[in-house]
């Protein structure tokens, strides 16, 4: 599919992004100083998780189960998120590794970089960009992916555009490649590696391959070979972005996520801020990891004012956030819940870490 580039229109909305990111360090100290925070369910540490309906689902039809895919050892970190499932059409998604996002705990950084992070961390950021929780996940090295092919005897790519790869011109349109072939065309850098790695993926979903053969670092090997094997004839296709200034790739919201929810049947995620205000390193992930599946996307992980945060606090912003909240809590177990009426231009919910949590 086509990628839009809408500069100008994206440039206001970064602008206005910027801004407000830049007065979130000052949220909590802000509604505390003017007395328009009001505290919920102070008395409990461990409340029931109250259904937000931030996210009233997607339908009759269950969403896909997903992979998130990582493929490392080339010049370009490769990734890309898989779905299947009995009531949805297999589909995929490729990653752009120029594509800027926020990876809990380690900021605004390229896709390429969260590709290239531990699996178990990969997990967590493609989760992330996603806005969704991926129920399996598996890096591969780029040699992995020399022998998926290999297991076919080749590979028929449909080329988007002519390339040469040790001399010899290949494409464009369907051409027979090797092992080799393949990994030199997808681990080399260019401006066209989105589209490279999107035709060789789709190439790969057409043919009978298992991960299973192939050397994999994934939590559950099984069910990531499952959703793998059951993609199979997936359509695959580059998401939605925006470029700031001709050079800044991001993706396009609320478009990406409604290309996400098409293709998989995930609802749209709820915004989430969170501060470190513990001074415990790795908290964002940590948190990342307990409230993405409950439908929140981090959208900034930051570090507070201060590391003497003794109690975690999640912040509605806003009366009608409040049930988003009393969910983030329930899934972290500890902490206050607090509406305040002060907008964050950049959340529904704030979550200030504190020493309390315990991951």
Known sequence: MSVPNRTSRTARRYRRRRAAVAGVGVLVLVVAAVGVVTVLDGSRDTPDAVPSDANPG????????????????GDVPLVAVVGSGEEREPAALVL???????????????????????????????SNVVGTWTEAYASLELQALRSLVGQVGGLTVDLPALVTLAGTPLGP??????????????????????????????????????????????????????????ARGAAVEVPVTETLAGTVMIPAQPEL???????FGTPSPTPALVQNGSGMPGVGEDVAALIIPEGFRIVLSTNAESFDHERTEVVAIGPEHRDAARVVHGALG?????????????????????????A
């Open 96 to 126: 752009p590794s120029e594509m800027i996002v926020t990876v809990p705990g380690a900021g605004e950084v390229p896709v390429g970089a969260a590709g290239s992070l531990a699996a178990d961390s990969m997990h967590v950021a493609v």
């Open 257 to 263: 996520d409604t290309q996400i929810g098409d293709l």
């Open 173 to 230: 349109g369907p051409t027979e490649m090797t092992g080799e072939q393949v990994a030199a065309y997808v681990g080399a850098p260019g401006a066209d590696s989105a589209d490279r790695w999107a035709a060789v993926l789709e190439a790969l979903l057409a043919q009978e391959t298992s991960l299973a053969r192939v050397r994999a670092a994934s939590g559950d090997k099984d069910a990531a070979d499952a959703i793998w094997s059951a």
């Open 334 to 358: 500890v902490g206050v819940v607090r509406v305040a009426q002060v907008p964050s231009g950049l959340a529904d919910v704030t979550i200030v870490v504190g020493k309390d949590f315990q």
């Open 58 to 73: 997607s339908g009759n039809r269950a969403p896909s189960a997903l992979l998130a895919l990582a493929v490392t050892g």
